[in-house]
């Protein structure tokens, strides 16, 4: 099963604030706007939480898809994970941990997956799936850093 690991170093203290920029259905929509995602069904707006699901509407590569997902595991504010329900690929995992340490807060992802389509799945993999992938959660992570070491998360998050 193919593996994506990432580290995005933050500049802040509050650990909290970028868990919950993480789960934000908000950031999510301005961090994917190369591929226009939308969320359409399930929670659409706020901070996604244990057991809810968010359908989101894109177009990657080409092509317009659905991709449901679901929120299986949540430690706040140190870990959470979301896994494909319905979707493009045969399976993912997203597993996302958050550490505190020195003035800043340490993201990990891990992303695994499996490609569908059998050997044409393994192909596209090696060809430009992961390079994909990477680069499209490397984005997200840049628009997550951005928001939580400005003011920006205020027009995200309300509460604090």
């Known amino acids: ?20 920029l993480i789960r934000s ?3 999510h929509i301005i961090s994917t706007k190369k591929s226009n995602e939308k ?5 659409t ?9 968010v359908t989101w509407q894109a177009k990657h590569l080409g092509v317009t ?10 430690v706040f504010p140190t870990f959470f994970a979301d896994e494909m329900v ?7 995992r997203h597993e996302h941990y958050l550490e505190q340490k020195e003035g800043q807060v340490i993201i990990k992802d891990v992303f695994k997956y499996s490609a569908p389509l059998a050997f044409l799945g393994k ?5 430009f799936l992961k390079k994909y992938m990477t680069n499209f959660l490397k984005d997200r992570n840049v628009t997550i850093k951005d928001f939580a070491e400005t003011e920006k998360w205020k027009l995200i998050l309300k509460e604090y």
């Open 65 to 74: 898809q659905k991709l449901t997902s679901k929120v299986t595991d949540y």
């Open 86 to 92: 319905k979707g493009a690929f045969k399976s993912f």
């Open 45 to 53: 707006k706020g901070l996604i939480g244990l057991n809810e699901t």
């Open 39 to 43: 969320a359409i069904d399930g929670k």
């Open 123 to 127: 192909v596209a993999d090696f060809l």
């Open 25 to 27: 259905i908000d950031l």
């Open 1 to 20: 099963m193919p593996t994506i690991h990432l580290t995005t170093v933050i500049n802040t203290n509050n650990i909290e604030l970028v868990f919950n």
